[in-house]
């Protein structure tokens, strides 16, 4: 992994529903704002030729790439992944957080950032229990870390959150 770099205020996160889109969504992200290459749906090297194209194009754009799962030896700006999944050689770290328990897991992982959610229903977990606005805000005021707004995210949306920065599937691609 690369040297540390600063926090992205706006990260995408990849999976199949968004991967026919993501040329395009990277194209509209803000300089300095993150990639999280998932695509756990994809073979180990079909993944890999994935990853390649979608970090050529994040850095040409001044996009973080992020990886998320295995992904040893990926030329890569950080990882992402629950907090007991996080390796520490240089680079970013984006703990995924549903809890205050969890969030103080990812302070003692030494996470640079976390993702907090789900705010709001999402497409990917229908059905699923969701934070709420409220319970979000209260949650993050507890974190020592830098929060990122996920789950049912959109720029408006995010707007009305006083959080760090915020990231979405759906949202952005």
Known sequence: MHRCHPVPRVVLLSDARNDHRLESAISRLPRGSALVFRHYHLPPVARRARFEVLRRLCVRRGVLVITAGEARGWRADGHYGA????RRP????LAT?????EIGAAVRARASAILLSPVHPTRSHPGA????????LMLAQRSPLPVIALG?????????LPVWGWAAIDGLA
């Open 90 to 93: 240089a680079g970013l770290h």
């Open 83 to 86: 907090p007991q999944e996080l």
């Open 152 to 160: 049912g995210m959109t720029k408006r949306r995010a707007a009305r």
């Open 97 to 101: 957080v549903h809890s205050l328990a």
């Open 129 to 136: 229990p969701v934070l709420g606005p409220l319970r979000f």
